[in-house]
């Protein structure tokens, strides 16, 4: 079935650090493709998508580049700030017969930027 | 704020106990959709609701159910609860059931069963 991969985390980076948060997907098909953030105590917040090959989602400086070639999804962002400490799930649309559209989630990266 | 409301927000039972889960779609969204989110399973998507349909299932226990009412709000409701159930549950909401459309997450209900 389809599923998502991330890479495992904590990651944690001093401030203005270069971020990348690696996602592969194995899905039948062509899914759409997306980033949420979780803040402690809080719900999921979308924070960018694609949802065809090549296309690029953008968001708050966060960028990630749908490629089919390599079925990756990864997350990057060139400077990153204390603020942006928050645990990141990459997540695929489920296209299949009868499955709506229901998400499928990675395992989640924590991110912890130290000042 | 992503316009989807859950409550409560917290939740404390007992095993064997029956609880029920609400949620208030974004206004003009059709869909809704209900995860668990536990420290073992991750996210995992549990059922889906359309204009007041049923849509598409996930591994949800046959003690859970959910439904959506004519003003599309939802509710799930876990019945025989296990300590097992104690985790984060979300509603999501979207337009319609298109696959390319994001879905909007409320804050949860944190279900703990003692």
């Known amino acids: 079935g389809n599923s998502v991969t991330q890479m495992e985390g904590p990651v944690t980076l001093s401030e203005e650090a270069f971020l990348t948060i690696n996602c592969t997907y194995t899905?039948?098909?062509?899914?759409?493709l997306f980033w949420y953030v979780q803040y402690p105590g809080e719900g999921l917040q979308l924070l960018l998508k694609a949802t065809k090959a090549d296309d690029k989602g953008s968001n708050k400086g966060f960028e990630a580049t749908y490629r089919k070639e390599t079925t990756s999804f990864h997350l990057e962002k060139g400077s990153v700030q204390v603020s942006d400490s928050a645990v990141y799930f990459c997540?695929?649309?489920?296209?299949?017969?009868?499955?709506?559209?229901?998400?499928?989630f990675g395992q989640g990266t924590e991110l912890s930027v130290k000042p | 704020d992503s316009g989807v409301t859950q409550t409560p927000k917290h939740l404390i039972t007992a095993t064997g106990q029956r609880v029920t889960l609400r949620c208030s779609p974004r206004?003009?969204?059709?869909?809704v959709y209900w995860y668990q989110q536990s420290l073992d399973q991750g996210l995992q998507f549990l059922i889906q609701?359309?204009?007041?349909?049923?849509?598409a299932k996930g591994n949800i226990l046959e003690r859970f159910s959910a439904q959506q009412f004519p003003d599309l709000h939802s509710e799930l409701n876990l019945s025989s609860l296990e300590l097992g159930d104690s985790a984060l549950y979300f509603c999501?909401?979207?337009?319609?059931?298109?696959?390319?459309?994001?879905?909007?997450f409320g804050d949860g209900t944190r279900l703990s069963i003692l």
């Open positions: 997540a695929l649309s489920d296209r299949g017969d009868n499955q709506g559209g229901k998400l499928i």
């Open positions: 899905a039948t098909g062509y899914p759409s």
């Open positions: 999501a909401s979207s337009p319609s059931s298109g696959s390319n459309q994001p879905q909007h």
């Open positions: 206004s003009g969204d059709l869909s």
């Open positions: 609701y359309y204009n007041g349909e049923e849509r």
